[in-house]
């Protein structure tokens, strides 16, 4: 019953920005959030990670958004950023809010993936 909510996605232009946010709620606390991601899936491609944060801050990233995407996290709101610039029409893709290892006050959940936010860059 943890629920990832994506937000912040949207139509921008080739080499302009945009930020991801990822809240996670649940039906009671979240004591805490191991792991929080970033993946994309473009038309016909296969679901890539984009970035990861633990929650010791050690962060991940695929090869081909470093030093253009920026992620990071809140743990006391349990929301997750995705900060996209320098964007490419290559980056047009459903980016997908993830987390792992969710602990609340009566149970744990291993993975929970988010709907979706749909980003398109264009030319």
């Known amino acids: 019953q943890v629920q990832l909510v994506e937000s912040g996605g949207g139509l921008v232009q080739a080499g302009g920005s945009l930020r991801l946010s990822c809240a996670a709620s649940?039906?009671?606390?979240?004591?805490?959030?191991?792991?929080m991601g970033w993946y994309r899936q473009a038309p016909g491609k296969q679901r890539e990670l984009v970035a990861r944060?633990?929650?010791?801050?050690?962060?991940n990233y695929a090869d081909s958004v470093k030093g253009r995407f920026t992620i990071s996290r809140d743990n006391a709101k349990n929301t997750a950023y995705l900060q996209m610039n320098s964007l490419k029409p290559d980056d047009t893709a459903v980016y997908y809010c993830?987390?792992?290892?969710?602990?609340?006050?009566?149970?744990?959940?291993?993975?929970?993936w988010g709907q979706g936010t749909l980003v398109t860059v264009s030319s």
């Open positions: 649940a039906s009671e606390r979240i004591f805490s959030i191991n792991v």
């Open positions: 993830n987390a792992v290892n969710i602990a609340t006050r009566s149970q744990g959940y291993l993975e929970v």
């Open positions: 944060i633990t929650i010791g801050g050690t962060t």
